[in-house]
């Protein structure tokens, strides 16, 4: 019998670090049904893909991982000597990353009140975001707690292939909502999520938004899955 409950991912983190050979998360979503491999959260620096690297190079000063997670991103900054703090909304996540020594507290992006140098959104973590209207109050959101000179760095994608027919032709209904606002639920054994909205955003678009609210934002990387990483920096 399954139960909801709002901590799936936490509890996956959790059964893993302790031993549990269970190696994936099911994700439901619009588009179907996928897994999330739960050792995939927990990669060295060797085993990231060229964005995620990418980003971890250029982080500076005091440094924000948003939705931390397993700490994966954090945990080999704090290797390398740098002033990180890690976030997430989840409980089991933040124990994980304490068991693993990791500078990490259970706090909400929306009411974090320190400033600093970098803000860090990888594994698409503006994702938190749900939909366009979103993302900007995050953005909005992030140049509060930016430091003068400060910078996102964050990863997304363009999921517009998924509606490709094999025509070429585009299937997306443009009076519908963005076609990168996503239902997703996810399930651990007999836990399940309840229904959430997670936020994928093609760099044209996240530009015109992040320039509207006074951001530059540049292209910095892309990747071989329609997916890229940005910087956003306050326009001077």
């Keep these: 019998m399954q139960q909801f409950n709002e901590d799936v991912i936490g509890e996956a983190l959790l059964a893993y670090l302790d031993g549990d050979s269970t190696p994936n998360i099911i994700v439901k979503s619009s588009f179907g049904e996928d897994t999330l491999s739960i050792p995939y959260l927990y990669r060295t620096a060797k085993q990231l893909p060229k964005i995620e690297k990418t980003a971890l190079k250029l982080c500076k000063g005091k440094i924000l991982d948003v939705g931390a997670g397993s700490g994966c991103h954090s945990l080999i900054l704090q290797k390398r000597k740098m002033n990180v703090k890690a976030i997430d909304v989840s409980k089991g996540a933040v124990e994980v990353m304490k068991k693993r020594r990791i500078n990490a507290f259970h706090i909400d992006f929306y009411e974090e009140t320190n400033q600093y140098d970098t803000l860090l959104f990888l594994m698409n973590g503006v994702g938190i975001a749900g939909t366009l209207s979103g993302l900007k109050i995050l953005l909005t959101k992030a140049k509060t707690v930016l430091n003068v000179g400060g ?86």
């Design 151 to 236: 910078q996102i760095l964050l990863d997304s994608s363009d999921i517009a292939y998924m509606f490709i027919e094999a025509d070429g032709s585009m299937r997306i209904d443009l009076n519908a909502a963005y076609y990168g606002e996503v239902s997703y639920q996810m399930q651990y054994k007999n836990l399940q999520s309840k229904p959430f909205d997670w936020l994928f955003i093609d760099f044209n678009l996240l530009k015109n938004i992040a320039n509207s609210l006074e951001f530059e934002c540049d292209l910095l990387v892309e990747g071989p899955h329609f997916d890229y990483l940005a910087k956003l920096s306050i326009k001077k």
